[in-house]
């Protein structure tokens, strides 16, 4: 009912910046909230960023500063802006959407993840 694509993911250097990208798609009757999160090898997931419907933003400690989330709502597109990028920010990024759907149902959905790689 409901798919979510990822794609800006890839390898840079420290200090270097990226612009990820999550387009929803599908029997798309609201968004009520977005966010991104990150899977480190050997690490568990962590939640890095989240926006809601009315706009209000929040970050984990270790990005704020650094990432920026935003969306375009006419596009159903969530943004993740990284920049000042660390080795520590390596992680495949997943996006989330908490979606109401056209038949009023309520999904958490999932993309498929993007690999974020910073070489020192």
């Known amino acids: 009912q409901v798919q979510l694509v990822e794609s800006g993911g890839g390898l840079v250097q420290a200090g270097g910046s990226l612009r990820l990208s999550c387009a929803a798609s599908g029997s798309i009757f609201s968004i009520n909230a977005m966010g991104w999160y990150r899977q480190a090898p050997g690490k568990q997931r962590e939640g890095v960023a989240a926006i809601i419907s009315g706009g209000s933003t929040s970050y984990v400690d270790s990005v704020k500063g650094r990432f920026t989330i935003s969306r375009d709502n006419a596009k159903n597109t969530l943004y993740l802006q990284m920049n000042s990028l660390k080795p520590e920010d390596t992680a495949v990024y997943y996006c989330?959407?908490?979606?109401?759907?056209?038949?009023?149902?309520?999904?958490?959905?999932w993309g498929q993840g993007t690999q974020v790689t910073v070489s020192s």
């Open positions: 989330n959407a908490r979606v109401l759907t056209t038949g009023l149902r309520e999904l958490n959905s």
